[in-house]
């Protein structure tokens, strides 16, 4: 009855916004075709990773003296909304499932003609009504800078057409036309600029510009001419963002309203669509790869970005810079090095970091390393300045927590507790920020088989943010003289089957467990299962949220790890899920043990007669042949077999009567790296690891 109602309440508020003439972009309003997107560039040229594109803004407020002459400190919080969205900043509302796309802006410091500027300039004109069939012309008259050297925004009262249409904004797609330069840029509605001031509710973290700069950059809607089935030539034309039926308002949730030739649902987050700001947080890797060569193909805009235009704006040297930072782990342990690193905004040429408990406590490197030598939360902050010594500081407190408490094997822990996570444990939860961020929790009405009523839950059913990423983090345990581990979990699945939003579709989560050996610097996969593979239930796709797991409806996970470097002590575990908005995931009684669980050392005979390090033939093939000999002093049954750390079996042999004597082994393998070799007698267990190098 609960959803029923919920569904009930969404479809009201749907059909009301219909009635609704405000719409969020304007440029159909100019572009009646799709022609304007036949850019005639290779879309598979080669994206310039880790090298930043600054494009020079200046922002013209039209106003007549009303509460559109908006103030200087609302445009500042617009910039910084344009910055953390194109470069998706982590622990910001920018960090959504894509790509940081790359694309900074800074608003410029220099006027066409060299004189000194903020960047914002206040023209009164009864024009701040705007027009967009009639009086586009009229409104850039009034004040236009270079558009190969600016993007031009101009902030105005209202938007609207003939007909009484109202709209956001609009921009200019890109052109070869050099009489059309004049008309480039972008024209915002002055509430719904920024994040700070006299905005709409639902329009009020700036992504009316971010959507309109993505126009700007040559990004055409998501729902471009409605479904289709060729991406490389229909729609945005773009093949990384599936077809939507129509544009999409508010919140929308789970839909795949059109079936494509590789069907998937609609992306309704994308930066590129209608929904309210806090709805949408992505840009995709080929939209990224397409703003970027439309940035290195179309003169005007390649103009822009270059340095002497840069230094000509003056945002190389005296834009105020914005700082922002990040590292590699925010959650270690004591001793470990820990990698800051910037990412502060224009170009800032100083840094002063400030380490609250760590060691160095202070550094002016631009991404300076760092340990720690005590447990406990710590504050970091970080003091940029430009060459003209403007400065901006960040100062997050507890930002980084450091871990102490090492865990002794065996371990079990069933998530019965009433604080979660449990001690020693810790959630990531990289856009807790965002509007439907979901990341674990615990769940007191499931448990392993019923054996008890708690575990970890995620809920996906709620979850409204494809491809987000969560991880629930192990304590540390104590390895040190081990060869091996053997983890064990169980978990509680069932995919959702919806139709809602147009065609029938199974939406499906992934679990994946990794291990780390330094403090959860570099994490290494060790099991992974997404859609049907994870389903425990049957049917693996049911059409309502998963409340109450029938108790002979979970299944293990084990898998063996090998521990393959002694010089580190320490191992961590990271249960990590990405979502798919399908249905609520259960974990519950985790363990790690020695392996195997009855032998801690092997005895001398076996380690004499079993060869452990083998050389991997060069260029192997499925012939080639692994060759393995061991020995037996006496008669008996055996039971060999080879193994690799994901517990899948490669080889076996087995001798009801195996005569004393030496025994030569050739199997093939798929890859180098660690296996396991067991052999069973009828009174003992022997097992070593091969390194296959």
Known sequence: MVQFSLMVVVVIFSIALKGIAQQRCGIDALYKKTSCLNFNFLKTQTLREDSIFFIPLVVHIIHNEGEEKIPLHQVYS???????????YPYTLGYGSGVDMEIEFALAQRTPE????????????PLTNHRIDTAEIALKSLIHWPADQYLNVWVVRSIEDASGKKYLGYARYPTRDSSQYFLDGVVVVYNAFGTKGTLRSEYNQGRTLTHEVGHWLGLAH?????????CALEGDKICDTPPTKGPNYNFPGRQNTCLESEDKPDQTRNYMDYGNDAHLDIFTREQKQWAHQVLITFPERHRIWQKENLEKTGILKEAPPLAFFTSNTRISCIGQSIKFRSLALQNASSFEWFFEGGNPDFSSEKNPIVQYTRAGKFGVTLIVKNEVGIRDTLRWQNYITILDTVFVLPYEEGFEGIIFPPVGWSIVDEDELTFSSRTFTRSPTNGNGGKSRASARLNFFNYNGYGQKDALLSPFFDVQNLDSLVIRFWYAYQGLESAEGGYRYNYSDTLALYYSLDCGISWNLIWKKGGTQLATLTPEFGSTPL?????????KCEVILPLDNRER?????RLETINGFGNNLYVDDFEVRPYPETI?????DMRSFIETVIKWPSNPTPKDKIRVSFFLNEGSFFNIQ??????????????????????????????AGYYYLSLLTRDRRYATKLWVY
């Open 642 to 671: 080879v193994i690799d750390g994901l517990g899948r079996k490669h080889y076996e042999k087995q001798e009801e009567k195996g005569k004393a004597g030496e025994y030569i082994l050739e199997f093939s393998l798929p890859c």
């Open 78 to 88: 617009q910039i910084y909304a344009l910055n953390r969205d194109f470069r998706r």
């Open 569 to 573: 002590n320490k191992v961590q575990f």
């Open 600 to 604: 801690t050392d092997l005895d001398y």
């Open 114 to 125: 060299g004189k000194v500027c903020s960047g914002i300039n206040y023209i009164q004109s």
């Open 547 to 555: 409340i109450a797991v029938p108790p002979d409806n979970w299944k």
């Open 222 to 230: 998501t729902f471009q001419d409605s479904c289709h089935f060729n």
